[in-house]
């Protein structure tokens, strides 16, 4: 990977700085961004700012063992850059990857890293935001216009990962420890470890530290939807054996996948019985036998949390050597020794693991303002998950949930690309979306519906997230298959869209 010290932009000027596009973030949201805006907007000048020393974002700063995508990078990966490695990949892959895209498309000298934005403020009369930015190493308050603001920094605090308070955590005599801020060359030989959780981050950690310390268990609530599977996609390792280009083969598994996740998608809510037996069928064919399924048997129909894939089922080798356990229970407290559940039962630890999730951050919780007022976003209403009410000259990149982030980062760059040409060819310097006189009476809806997903991290927070419409346009349907007909398709000059 390149020499982070050798993509740091010189140093910047006192004076304020002027772009056409300001990107907020350099992960896998800003550095596809920033490969559209360079592809397709050549002429425009751009700057991503980030706060981090590196590019990656979430692959920079988790660090936990075992991290890896949950996503198969093919559909993960983007849509102009052949996956050449297994589906599921590891942290260090993926940053190898991204430094490819950073390198092959000269976007290095667009990225000013430890620049962390403190606020952004937006001037009808002057048409453009003013965006303040702390540069990390120095100190400096930086000042930055922009007559857009891209954001792409995510969807949740890189600060701190949820804990939630339990009685008695100040008694315990171990160590708590959050997956998203893992201590560095941790060593967990010969102790006892207790992961609390059961999503992908717990379905991670575990195999990996299973073998390297005394023993790991599984702490539950309730379970989560597994798939296991080998680690490797048939069909691409066959086309590569015939010859056949990987740009190819890259476009022709890409389509296989988004085949069968629109495939499951449509059984979770149609079939979703069957598709339940089939799924808890695939996990009992890998535990010992006679194992109690009761700790890998959701209470909720498939996909109305994410389904976490299990590369060559190594959380279930663990249970079958006899390395890891699961326990599904409810916490009482913590004791001195470890956790005390509702059944009695104590769990003895030396670190207790919160894989608990995250805490959301809107629009990374910088404070905005328009016109000297500042916004509030849970009064905004989105168009399409990515423009906002009262908001001019700013859009978002927030991705799917049921199907990889960074398709929708594609499509998005698509958009936009498309709405920086029409405002020019409009002569327009100021493009916002408003409610129409047909949306006025309309339902007033929370950003996502909870009862078709409804992970924690959105439920705990959902009024600080802007609104959604009961009419089409003002929707958030998290619906890739759905989205990647209509996106293309938007008439820019429609009622909703204001220009001036």
């Known amino acids: 990977m390149a020499d982070t010290a050798t993509l740091q932009a010189p140093k910047t000027k006192a004076k304020t700085e002027h772009f056409d596009v300001l990107v907020v973030g350099a992960g896998i949201s800003g550095v596809g961004a920033g490969y559209h805006l360079k592809t397709k907007n050549p002429k425009k000048k751009f700057v991503i700012l980030e706060a981090y020393e590196t590019f990656g974002g979430t692959w920079h700063m988790h660090k936990y063992p075992g991290i890896r995508s949950d996503s198969d990078l093919y559909t993960f990966g983007y849509r102009h850059k052949p996956w050449v490695g297994p589906p599921i990949a590891s942290r260090d892959e993926i940053l190898k990857y991204m430094d490819e895209v950073i ?57 701190e990962g949820y804990t939630p308070e339990w009685p008695g955590m100040d008694s315990f005599r171990g160590q708590i420890i959050h997956p998203q801020t893992w201590p560095e060359n941790f060593d967990l030989t010969g102790k006892k ?17 299973a073998g390297k310390c005394a023993h790991v268990t599984l702490l539950q609530r309730s379970p989560t939807y597994f798939i296991p599977a ?15 280009d990987e740009n190819w083969i890259h476009e022709i598994v890409r389509r296989k996948y988004l085949f069968e996740q629109a495939e499951f998608t449509r059984r979770s809510f149609e079939d979703a019985e069957a598709l339940r037996t089939e799924l808890l069928e695939g996990v ?59 059944s009695g039962r104590e769990l003895e630890a030396d670190v207790i693991v919160t894989a ?42 927030f991705g799917y949930f049921r199907a990889s ?91 909703e869209f204001r220009y001036s």
């Not at 048939?234 to 054996?241: F, G």
Request: with cysteine.
């Open 103 to 159: 390198a092959e498309n000269d976007l290095a000298p667009h990225i000013r890293y430890r620049h962390k934005i403190m606020s952004a403020s937006w001037s009808t009369p002057k048409k453009r935001w003013t965006v303040k930015a702390e540069r990390l190493d120095t100190g400096e308050v930086l000042t930055f216009t922009a007559k857009f603001l891209w954001m792409c920094q995510g969807y949740y605090k890189h600060s």
């Open 193 to 209: 470890v207790v992961v609390i959780g059961s999503g992908a981050t717990a379905a991670t950690v575990v195999p990996a530290i």
């Open 405 to 495: 982030w960074t398709l929708r980062v594609d499509m998005m760059g698509d958009f936009v690309s498309r709405l920086l040409k029409h405002v020019d060819a409009k002569g327009a310097k100021q493009v916002e979306v408003a409610l129409r006189p047909q949306d006025h009476n309309m339902e007033i809806l929370p950003w996502i519906d909870e009862d078709n997903f409804n992970p924690g991290y959105l439920a705990r927070s959902m009024d600080l997230m802007p609104k959604r419409g009961g009419n089409p346009e003002w929707g958030h349907s998290q619906n890739y298959w759905k989205e990647k007909d209509e996106l293309p398709l938007i008439d820019l000059d429609a009622p």
């Open 356 to 397: 608990t999730g995250f805490n959301l951050s809107v629009l990374g919780g910088i404070p905005f303002e328009v016109d000297g007022k500042p916004v509030n976003w849970g009064e905004t209403i989105t168009y399409r998950g990515m423009m906002f009410t009262g908001v001019p000259n700013l859009l978002w990149v």
């Open 284 to 342: 009992k064919a890998c535990l010992p036998e006679g194992y109690d399924m009761k700790h890998f048997t959701p209470n909720y129909r498939p996909w109305q949390q994410r389904v976490a894939f299990v590369p060559d089922a190594d959380l279930f080798e663990g249970i079958k050597a006899g390395l890891a356990s699961v326990v599904t229970d409810h916490i009482d407290r913590f004791t001195e020794k470890g956790i005390l559940l509702k």
């Open 230 to 244: 080998r680690n490797e996609n048939v069909l691409a390792d066959e086309l590569r054996m015939l010859g056949v």
